[in-house]
């Protein structure tokens, strides 16, 4: 069965340092969502995409964040500046396009992103 | 606001007890609902959905839920549960947009 994969599973990161998550959806699905998990919280949205721009974002998603889809496989995000509260496991999933919007996400294993 | 509220945090039960975790949203509309299961040191799957329809979906592992609309509530149910069933629980809501809100989990623990 196919999967999301995430990579990679564990980030330590200087706060202050950039950095970017990568995801490879699922290889026919058409929109795509991050997530985080700060420990012991719940699973939050942070942003959608959906033909090349963000369908949707919360207000947690904000300009120190941005995704990319740089080509026909990945899909990313990416932390400029990263603070002490990004510290969270980040979750990638994707959906088809088929069916409407009566399917699930898909989801990969998380990256655990540590700032230090 | 859309909310997703998990009436129980966690939850201690002895294997072969019934379960049943609570759910409950506020959304006034069309929504698709979820439940997701997270083993420990694993991502986020799937245990079943419901979109229209008959209101008790089955799912995976012998979990049911059922959808009672008056209520606003999904809650979710297993007759007998094993050790294995350990994990935490999400309860989730789609509301025809674009991002689904997830509750803030039921840890299950199931003594052997």
């Known amino acids: 069965e196919p999967e999301v994969t995430q990579t990679p599973s564990h980030q330590v990161t200087q706060m202050g340092q950039e950095v970017i998550l990568r995801c490879v959806p699922i290889?026919?699905?058409?929109?795509f969502y991050w997530y985080r998990q700060i420990l012991g919280q719940k699973v939050e949205f942070l942003v959608s995409?959906?033909?090349?721009?963000?369908?949707?974002k919360s207000e947690i998603f904000d300009d120190q964040f941005s995704v990319e889809r740089p080509d026909g496989s990945n899909f990313t995000l990416k932390i400029r500046s990263t603070k002490l509260e990004d510290s969270a496991m980040y979750f990638c999933a994707s959906r088809t396009g088929q069916g409407g919007i009566d399917q699930p996400q898909h989801f990969g294993d998380g990256t655990r992103l540590s700032i230090l | 606001a859309q909310s997703v509220s998990q009436h129980n945090h966690h939850v201690i039960l002895s294997e072969a007890a019934s379960l049943e975790l609570g759910c409950n949203y506020s959304?006034?509309?069309?929504?698709?609902l979820f439940w997701y299961v997270q083993y420990p040191g694993q991502h986020l799957q799937l245990l079943l959905k419901?979109?229209?329809?008959?209101?008790l979906v089955k799912g995976i592992k012998g979990f049911e839920a059922e959808f009672i609309k008056s209520k606003f509530s999904f809650n979710l149910r297993k007759p007998s549960v094993q050790w294995s069933d350990t994990a935490e629980y999400f309860c989730?809501?789609?509301?025809?947009?674009?991002?689904?809100?997830f509750g803030a989990g039921t840890r299950l623990f199931v003594k052997a």
């Open positions: 290889s026919n699905h058409l929109y």
């Open positions: 959304y006034g509309g069309t929504v698709n």
């Open positions: 419901y979109f229209s329809g008959d209101p």
């Open positions: 989730a809501v789609r509301t025809g947009g674009f991002k689904t809100i």
């Open positions: 995409f959906y033909n090349n721009e963000i369908s949707e």
